[in-house]
């Protein structure tokens, strides 16, 4: 799979077959989100690290364009603070953003952006680390992290009115849904979870999923201390689709794992004389055996 990943140092792509990437960008604080809108990617650049003295306060992010050849070509910045970027998505002409650092939803029609307050008002702070987002039937759901025990809410799109909650995970990050199971990312658990019973341990601290048609890819960073958290070793596990895990691939010098997404068809990966070998090697033992585990769980809140 061509996947592109964001990590604490950089936006790359990555041959998760042979391990080799592609640097695409540096240099710009953490980088989180991806989305694709049409002709462009776009990419979540809070223009800070995680372990920075510059106070979190004064941190002013942006959402980074690049074009089909991958390379940048523009960028959006909002006439109000974008702090503590998380996961970005573009939804039937908007582009919506995770700012966790006050609690609040950026959204861009276009023209112009707005202020959206889903838990609270202005003023609360991270009060619920919101991180991540999904849409389905009308309806949007964002994962609320809460530094604890986590949950999941919906709204719907048209009146942005609360219509359902689910209470899924620890710490957690990412959506997604499968046969009818709500999944996340419980990261503080070290494991992804289902609202029916599934269970996948992995290892570390999970985040970001990406999926195509034979191969699953999990993100994973190390459980470390906040300040040190730019400089570890996180890696990708490369799973196949029935989550037997396949190889990792070490992501030396690149800090925390925080996103992927496959490449989009149309959007050119570069020739191989432009790919290095990332990071140590590709891991080709596998990771530990997958641990699966299918049991009732209690019915969630509506």
């Known amino acids: 799979m061509n996947l592109l990943l964001t990590t604490s140092q950089s936006f790359l792509l990555l041959d998760t077959d042979s391990g080799h990437a592609r640097r695409l960008d540096g240099g710009r604080g953490l980088y989180y989100g991806i989305a694709r809108h049409g002709e462009h990617l776009y990419v979540a650049a809070r223009r800070r690290l995680v372990s920075s003295d510059v106070p979190a306060a004064d941190e ?3 959402i980074l364009m690049f074009d089909r050849r991958l390379r940048p070509c523009g960028s959006l910045r909002a006439p ?12 039937d002409g908007k582009l919506y953003a995770t700012a966790s650092h006050d609690n609040l939803i950026a959204v861009y029609d276009g023209q112009r952006w707005e202020e959206w307050y889903p838990l609270g008002g ?5 009060q619920n680390h919101l991180n991540s987002f999904m849409f389905e039937n009308g309806l949007i759901w964002i994962l609320a992290h809460n530094r604890g025990p986590s949950e999941l809410y919906a709204f719907s799109l048209a009146e942005r009115r609360q219509v359902q909650r689910i209470a899924l995970g620890n710490c957690g990050h990412n959506m997604w849904r499968e046969q009818g199971q709500m999944l996340t ?9 289902g ?5 996948l341990h992995t290892g ?4 970001g999923v990406a999926f195509n048609a034979t191969r699953r890819c999990l993100g994973i960073s190390a459980l470390i201390e906040r300040k040190a958290r ?20 070490d992501m030396a010098g690149e800090g925390l794992v925080l996103d992927l997404m496959e490449l989009p068809a149309g959007f ?4 191989a004389s432009a790919w290095t070998r990332l990071g140590a090697a590709l891991g080709l033992s596998a990771p530990p055996a997958p641990s699966l585990h299918f049991a009732p769980q209690p019915p969630h809140d509506d």
């Open 60 to 62: 002013r992010g942006e």
């Open 80 to 91: 109000f603070p974008l702090r503590d970027l998380h996961e970005i998505a573009w939804h």
């Open 122 to 126: 202005p003023g609360v702070g991270d």
């Open 185 to 193: 990312c419980s990261s503080a658990e070290s494991r992804l979870l």
């Open 195 to 199: 609202d029916q019973g599934f269970e």
């Open 204 to 207: 570390g601290f999970p985040r």
């Open 230 to 249: 730019d400089f570890t070793v996180g890696k990708v596990r490369v799973y196949d689709r029935a989550w037997q895990a396949l190889h990792d691939i």
């Open 268 to 271: 050119a990966a570069p020739p």
